[in-house]
């Protein structure tokens, strides 16, 4: 059973700890439309609109057309994700910093 491109959108905001307009202001898509997106009775936007959004959130179009449970993944890779997520959201010294650390950990 699929799940809805609006389920699909918004476990993937949730997973990502993204908000709507964060989101907005990566795609260029308005806040209000995203909305629309979410909503009970919302619309699945047009293809564009779906590539920009697939592309923000780096996950596929078919993703979030088709979508498959995020509880397919291992509470670890969970983890990893969301851990490398945050990493990647992290200012660029701190980011630097914690690739040496990795990078030190290889050796």
Avoid: C, W
Wanted: glycine share 2%.
């Amino acid at each position: 059973m699929y799940m809805s491109f609006r389920e699909n959108l918004k476990d993937e905001l949730t997973f990502q700890d993204m908000t709507v307009k964060e989101l907005a202001n990566k795609t260029g898509i308005s806040k209000h439309t995203i909305d629309h997106y979410l909503t009970t009775n919302g619309s699945q936007p047009q293809v564009e609109l779906a590539v920009r959004i697939a592309k923000a959130l780096n996950v596929t179009v078919e993703y979030l057309v088709l979508g498959k449970a995020t509880s397919e993944l291992s509470d670890q890779s969970k983890n990893r994700i969301s851990t490398i997520k945050k990493i990647e959201r992290l200012p660029e010294n701190d980011f630097n910093f914690i690739e040496r650390i990795v990078n030190n950990l290889e050796k």
